[in-house]
């Protein structure tokens, strides 16, 4: 295995201040239901946490949840928010997907979030990682990937600052050799991977940003059943504007993303595309009545 490298998108303070606006409840819903008390889950690619500490809450103190990601800075930022919220069944380790530090069968759940589009062809890409996230998932578990569909996303005001922000983030992607839609074939990579067919469970789900304050959020997944049952969701809430809009002025803001699309190689990377994105967030984040969704 080639030695791995970092997260796509870096783990900057604005990028931790986005993932940190996640939450089970939200980004999570429809693993929720199968959450249980005193069951053990593993988050791969947790980030700052804030998905894994609402399962810890869920599971309870006979419970236990591990959260793993590649960036130090990530687990760092996820041990003080255990910290400042008092939960003490959880911990966070520096690791990658494709070599868990865990032996086979040893979790109830293992979910990831928006994981498998970073995972490179030269690595083994999805189908590894889901392989080895199926290797420590228990007899009678659920793997349970959410994973998006990014060219489906729509805007309003459909301004080409946005729309050119995005497509920033699918170029470096693609050109790096990650997976651009994983959430469009998830169940070929799952049956790759060894999943059986009749135990896969696919949701097909929206997000959409647009309410100005607040958040409301609809579960779609039904029970299942299996042996080391696959869970999946391509996303689905409904949350604030305000918040989503200004993680996202303060994303394009910084010299990283201009860095890390020129080091991609995106022909039309410079500080004069940069600041046409960060105007276009600004004037998105004011619009009364402004959406974004995806799938």
Not at 18 to 42: E, Q, W
Not at 137 to 157: F, L, M, Q, S
Not at 241 to 249: K, P
Request: net charge neutral; glycine share 10%.
């Amino acid at each position: 295995m080639s030695s791995l490298p970092a997260y796509q998108h870096g783990h900057s303070q604005a990028i931790l201040a986005c993932h940190t606006t996640r939450s089970a409840t939200n980004d999570m819903s429809f693993l929720v239901p199968h959450v249980k008390p005193g069951m053990s889950i593993l988050d791969v690619g947790c980030g700052p946490g804030s998905i894994t500490l609402g399962f810890a809450e869920s599971v309870g103190p006979r419970g236990k949840v591990v959260g793993l990601d590649l960036g130090q800075r990530a687990i760092a930022t996820a041990n003080g928010l255990a910290k400042e919220r008092g939960i003490e069944n959880s911990e966070f380790l520096v690791g990658n997907v494709y070599s868990l530090p865990f032996p086979d069968e040893s979790f109830d759940i293992v979910y990831c979030h928006q994981v498998l589009t970073h995972c490179l062809a030269k690595d083994g890409g999805p189908v590894a990682a889901l392989k080895e996230m199926r290797r420590v998932c228990k007899a009678g578990g659920i793997v349970a990937p959410r994973e998006g569909i990014t060219n489906t996303g729509r805007n309003y005001p459909e301004l080409p600052g946005l729309e050119q922000s995005m497509e920033w983030l699918v170029q470096r992607v693609y050109k790096n050799g990650g997976e651009v839609d994983p959430g469009a074939r998830l169940h070929e990579f799952a049956e790759k991977a060894g999943f059986e067919k009749e135990k896969m469970r696919f949701k097909v789900g929206l997000s959409m940003w647009m309410t100005p304050e607040g958040g409301l959020f609809v579960p779609l997944a039904g029970r299942i059943k299996g042996w080391r049952r696959l869970l999946i969701q391509i996303c689905v809430v409904l949350t604030e504007r305000l918040s989503y809009g200004s993680n996202w002025t303060a994303r394009t803001s910084e010299p990283e993303f201009l860095e890390r699309a020129m080091e991609a190689g995106i022909e039309n990377a410079s500080k004069e595309e940069q600041i046409k994105m960060i105007q276009a967030w600004q004037a998105w984040t004011e619009t009364d009545g402004a959406w974004r969704y995806a799938k």
